[in-house]
């Protein structure tokens, strides 16, 4: 039998990085066996459900690069693919249930069943509903009710986790549960199953915190005499302390448009993701072919991965700096743009001068903008200023100017033959100049190399920059004598 895998987000949030990682292992799972990833939205909580958050899910896993074989917009042999749409489908089941005696309705109130579990707590014993209605053969006229299902009352559940191993759960501890509120609409842990199984599903690869859902719906699978597909449940992903990733906290990112928009690329988060919680031996770096044709659930950890945000940075370095230049020139565009930096054909010089040195999309445009912007725009640090723009580098500069001017082939290697020509005839060493050139250019003592940097601004420019250079330290001449 095929692999069929699937996702099943809620589109209730933007699309979070426990989620992409769930993806992620679908996705490498199916591919590794040939199989089928399906996209599926749970989109059971109406209220909270919006198309918008549906849309974001599906950009941020194009993104990531995470296709899926069936899906909301894609369509397939099992659709509707959005759990809002098959209302249709679940209610036959449910009556069937309630038919065969092994689901009923119950009018209890939510006033008393309210008070039952106060009483219960107040007795120090576990609060549940007491199964008051579980032999009434209540009818539908009865009003306002839920369906709940028969749970067994006693003996052991036992989840056969592919990531855990066995996980028993008491039966006593676990309720008659609602299937169907009073509105009609049917529970997550009752469509899940269903969809599941119409849709063929033979592996359920999800977080960790739907465990304590699966013996629930191990029962559906058994009342409705379908097989069980396999199950693995993910460790959760801890922050740095190796704390549960709440909400509340804000040090880490954990919604996938954020790194996007901090300038992760697709490539770094996915293998960063694919080690997080998974090995293979001490590789770090992975494409997802070279993953997916590796991957088993077996090799997942079993213990809660923590987030390592140096490690994801010095992924996207690496990635960085495979890129060729021209497809790195078109993942930064956006950023620049963003920036308000309109970029010119001097682009690939300059992210080829910054290559190296970049770990995210966002370095290059800070990096990098003064290469673009206006030549009376530089700004310069008034410390570089004050240290290496003084009274008397204005005639320096002015001379070297003279001299960089003719130069018509503007490369690394002439314009430095003629710095050390200038130097030597001045008897000067390269320290002395080198700093003012490059505060000049760029407004700021730290930057690329000097020739590199003079070549990526171009020569206009470059010479543009270098006469205000002078102009600063003659301001400074004037100011002094003033
Ligand atoms: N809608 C659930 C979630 O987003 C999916 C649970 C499942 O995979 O069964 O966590």
Not at 199 to 225: A, E, S
Not at 254 to 283: P, Q, S
Not at 416 to 433: N, P, S, W
Request: aromatic letters at 8%; proline letters at 5%; hydrophobic letters at 40%.
């Amino acid at each position: 039998m095929s692999v069929r895998v699937r996702i099943a987000p809620s589109p209730t949030g933007f699309f979070h990085i426990g989620t992409a990682r769930t993806s992620l292992f679908n996705w490498l799972f199916a591919r590794r066996h040939g199989g089928q990833f399906i996209l599926r939205i749970e989109d059971t909580d109406r209220q909270r459900s919006k198309p918008e958050f549906e849309q974001q899910i599906m950009d941020a896993m194009t993104w990531l690069g995470l296709d899926w074989d069936e899906g909301p917009s894609t369509g397939g042999p099992h659709g509707p693919y959005r759990q809002s749409e098959r209302d249709a489908t679940y209610n036959p089941f449910i009556e069937q249930l309630i038919e065969r005696g092994l689901a009923y309705r119950c009018d209890m109130t939510t006033t008393a069943l309210d008070a039952l579990r106060e009483a219960q707590k107040a007795r120090g014993e576990t609060p549940r509903y007491d199964r008051r209605n579980r032999d009434k053969n209540l009818g539908p006229d009865i009003g306002d009710h839920v369906v709940r299902v028969k749970m067994p009352t006693e003996g052991a559940i036992v989840v056969d986790d592919l990531v855990k191993g066995p996980v028993t759960f008491d039966a006593e501890q676990l309720d008659d549960w609602i299937i169907r509120r009073s509105d009609g609409s049917p529970t997550y842990n009752f469509v899940v199953v269903v969809d599941d199984h119409l849709m063929n599903i033979t592996h359920v690869i999800r977080g960790d915190d739907h465990l304590n859902n699966t013996p629930k719906q191990q029962v559906i699978y058994q009342l409705m005499g379908w097989d069980l597909p396999k199950f693995a449940h993910l460790p959760l992903i801890l922050d740095y302390k190796g704390r549960k990733l709440s909400k509340r906290q804000n040090v880490i990112k954990t919604l996938v448009h954020e790194h996007r928009e901090d300038g992760i690329l697709a490539e770094a988060l996915v293998n960063y993701l694919t080690r997080l919680g998974w090995a293979h031996g001490e590789m770090e770096e992975f494409s997802t072919d070279e993953s997916a044709a590796v991957f088993t659930l077996e090799a997942i950890n079993k213990t809660g991965a923590r987030w390592d945000m140096d490690k994801l940075m010095w992924l996207n370095q690496r990635w960085i700096q495979r890129l060729p230049i021209d497809e790195l020139a078109k993942r930064v565009q956006p950023f620049f743009e963003k920036a308000g930096v309109t970029v010119d054909e001097r682009l690939p010089a300059v992210l080829t001068s910054l290559q190296e040195r970049s770990q995210t999309l966002v370095d290059f445009v800070e990096k990098g903008r003064f290469y673009f912007i206006d030549d009376d725009a530089v700004e310069h640090d008034p410390a570089a200023v004050k240290k290496f723009l003084k009274v008397s580098t204005g005639p320096l500069l002015r001379a070297l100017i003279a001299e960089l001017e003719p130069l018509e082939d503007w490369t690394e290697d002439t314009i430095q033959a003629v710095v050390d020509r200038f130097l030597a005839e001045k008897e000067l060493k390269l320290g002395k100049i080198a700093q003012p050139i490059r505060v000049s250019l760029t407004g700021s003592k730290i930057g690329p190399g000097l020739y590199e940097t003079l070549v990526a601004i171009g020569k206009d420019h470059a010479i543009a920059r270098l006469v205000r250079g002078a102009a600063l330290c003659e301001a400074r001449a004037q100011r002094n004598q003033a």
